[in-house]
C-alpha cells in the first residue's frame, strides 16, 4: 500500500499567457484548475500508471472540499482530515517564452490537536507492506522536524518512507533515516553546504554519505543533466530525455511517484531507473500538474539510457 501525506494542498491554478508585463494588465489565454499539492500530485500519477494510492493530510474550506471531490471522481481513495481555515490556491503563470512565475498562498493554521489526529491515522495504516510518501511544504502550526516524526513513527511498525522535502524540513527528516530520498540538485547542494553548481563526482558524494543514515534509495534530479541513482551496488546517472515541453511543473512529483509505484510493484533497478525518467520526461509535456499517461511513459521508457557512474 502508498500513503501520500500532503499536509499543505492546494488548487493549483495554471494560466497561460503571452508576456507578463508587472505593473500593467495581463489578458489570460488559458485557465485550468486542478487538485494540487505534491503528495496529491503523487498520487494522480501513481494511479495513471497504473497503481493506486491513498492521499491523506488536511483539508479545509470550499477550496479542500473541491479537491476531495475531484479526488473521488478520478477514484483516487483519500482520508483527509478537515480543518478550519480555508485550503490554499496555487496560482502559475506561463508565458511563451517557459518563464514560470509561481503565487503559492500559505495555506490554514493547524492545530496541535489536529496533528495528532493525522499521526494516529498515520499510524493505523502503517505495516510492513506500506509505503509513506512525505512531499511538500507544511502549513501554519506545524513543527518543521514533522517529517522526521512521523518517519520514526511509521518505522516503529515496519513501514518505509520515501521522503520529498527541501530546507529544513529536509536536514530534520534525515536523522530518522526515511527508506528513499528525492532532492533535486540544489537541495542537495543546499544540504551539503556548497555555494556553486556541484559536479556529477560531488553530487554522487553527498548521495553516498546519505546512505550512512540509512537511507536505502537516493534519487537526485537535475533538471535538464537528467538524474543519479544511488543505491547500495548500483550507482548510475541517466540524461534528460529530449521531449516537447510545457512546464518542468511536477517533473519531481512524477519521479517520486514512479519510485513509489516501482516500489509497491517490486520492480528490478533498472526498470525503476527507466520508470522515474520516462514519467519525469512525461511531465514536462503536460499542462499545470496533469501526470502523463501510461503509454507516454512506456514509450518514453524504450529512450532511457542508463549510464554506470
Given at each position: 500500500?502508498?500513503?501520500?501525506?500532503?499536509m499543505n494542498p492546494?488548487?493549483?491554478?495554471?494560466?497561460?499567457?503571452?508576456?507578463?508585463?508587472?505593473?500593467?494588465?495581463?489578458?489570460?489565454?488559458?485557465?485550468?484548475?486542478?487538485?494540487?499539492?505534491?503528495?496529491?500530485?503523487?498520487?494522480?500519477?501513481?494511479?495513471?500508471?497504473?497503481?493506486?494510492?491513498?492521499?491523506?493530510?488536511?483539508?479545509?474550506?470550499?477550496?479542500?472540499?473541491?479537491?476531495?471531490?475531484?479526488?473521488?471522481?478520478?477514484?483516487i481513495q483519500n482520508?483527509?482530515?478537515?480543518?478550519?481555515?480555508?485550503?490554499?490556491?496555487?496560482?502559475?503563470?506561463?508565458?511563451?517564452?517557459?518563464?514560470?512565475?509561481?503565487?503559492?498562498?500559505?495555506?490554514?493554521?493547524?492545530?496541535?490537536?489536529?496533528i495528532g489526529q493525522?499521526?494516529?491515522?498515520?499510524?493505523?495504516?502503517?505495516?510492513?507492506?506500506?509505503?509513506?510518501?512525505?512531499?511538500?511544504?507544511?502549513?501554519?502550526?506545524?513543527?518543521?522536524?514533522?517529517?522526521?516524526?512521523?518517519?520514526?513513527?511509521?518505522?516503529?511498525?515496519?513501514?518505509?518512507?520515501?521522503?520529498?522535502?527541501?530546507?529544513?524540513?529536509?536536514?530534520?527528516?534525515?536523522?530518522?533515516?526515511?527508506?528513499?530520498?528525492?532532492?533535486?540538485?540544489?537541495?542537495?547542494?543546499?544540504?551539503?553546504?556548497?555555494?556553486?553548481?556541484?559536479?556529477?563526482?560531488?553530487?554522487?558524494?553527498?548521495?553516498?554519505?546519505?546512505?550512512?543514515?540509512?537511507?536505502?534509495?537516493?534519487?537526485?534530479?537535475?533538471?535538464?543533466?537528467?538524474?543519479?541513482?544511488?543505491?547500495?551496488?548500483?550507482?548510475?546517472?541517466?540524461?534528460?530525455?529530449?521531449?516537447?515541453?510545457?512546464?518542468?511543473?511536477?517533473?519531481?512529483?512524477?519521479?517520486?511517484?514512479?519510485?513509489?509505484?516501482?516500489?509497491?510493484?517490486?520492480?528490478?533497478?533498472?526498470?525503476?531507473?527507466?520508470?522515474?525518467?520516462?514519467?519525469?520526461?512525461?511531465?514536462?509535456?503536460?499542462?499545470?500538474?496533469?501526470?502523463?499517461?501510461?503509454?507516454?511513459?512506456?514509450?518514453?521508457?524504450?529512450?532511457?539510457?542508463?549510464?554506470?557512474?
Open positions: 500500500m502508498i500513503v501520500t501525506v500532503t492546494a488548487i493549483d491554478k495554471t494560466v497561460d499567457i503571452d508576456r507578463l508585463q508587472h505593473g500593467g494588465l495581463n489578458r489570460i489565454q488559458k485557465v485550468e484548475y486542478d487538485a494540487g499539492g505534491k503528495g496529491i500530485n503523487v498520487s494522480k500519477t501513481i494511479q495513471e500508471l497504473g497503481g493506486t494510492s491513498v492521499a491523506t493530510g488536511f483539508l479545509g474550506g470550499n477550496a479542500g472540499r473541491t479537491i476531495e471531490s475531484v479526488l473521488n471522481e478520478k477514484g482520508d483527509f482530515i478537515t480543518v478550519d481555515g480555508e485550503t490554499r490556491t496555487n496560482t502559475k503563470v506561463f508565458e511563451q517564452t517557459g518563464e514560470v512565475t509561481e503565487l503559492n498562498e500559505p495555506g490554514p493554521m493547524i492545530s496541535d490537536g489536529q493525522l499521526m494516529e491515522k498515520l499510524e493505523g495504516y502503517a505495516n510492513a507492506q506500506t509505503l509513506f510518501i512525505l512531499a511538500g511544504s507544511i502549513p501554519n502550526g506545524v513543527d518543521k522536524g514533522i517529517y522526521g516524526e512521523i518517519t520514526r513513527r511509521v518505522h516503529a511498525h515496519g513501514a518505509k518512507v520515501l521522503l520529498d522535502a527541501d530546507g529544513e524540513l529536509f536536514r530534520n527528516a534525515l536523522d530518522a533515516g526515511p527508506d528513499m530520498i528525492k532532492p533535486n540538485r540544489v537541495e542537495l547542494e543546499e544540504y551539503a553546504g556548497f555555494d556553486y553548481r556541484a559536479s556529477v563526482e560531488e553530487l554522487l558524494e553527498t548521495a553516498k554519505s546519505l546512505k550512512g543514515k540509512g537511507i536505502g534509495t537516493v534519487a537526485v534530479s537535475m533538471g535538464k543533466s537528467g538524474a543519479m541513482f544511488v543505491r547500495d551496488g548500483y550507482e548510475v546517472k541517466c540524461p534528460a530525455l529530449t521531449v516537447r515541453a510545457h512546464s518542468t511543473v511536477g517533473a519531481g512529483d512524477a519521479m517520486v511517484a514512479a519510485l513509489a509505484y516501482a516500489w509497491d510493484q517490486q520492480l528490478d533497478n533498472e526498470q525503476t531507473v527507466r520508470m522515474c525518467i520516462a514519467t519525469s520526461a512525461g511531465a514536462v509535456t503536460t499542462i499545470g500538474t496533469k501526470p502523463p499517461t501510461r503509454a507516454l511513459v512506456d514509450e518514453l521508457m524504450e529512450q532511457v539510457v542508463i549510464e554506470k557512474i
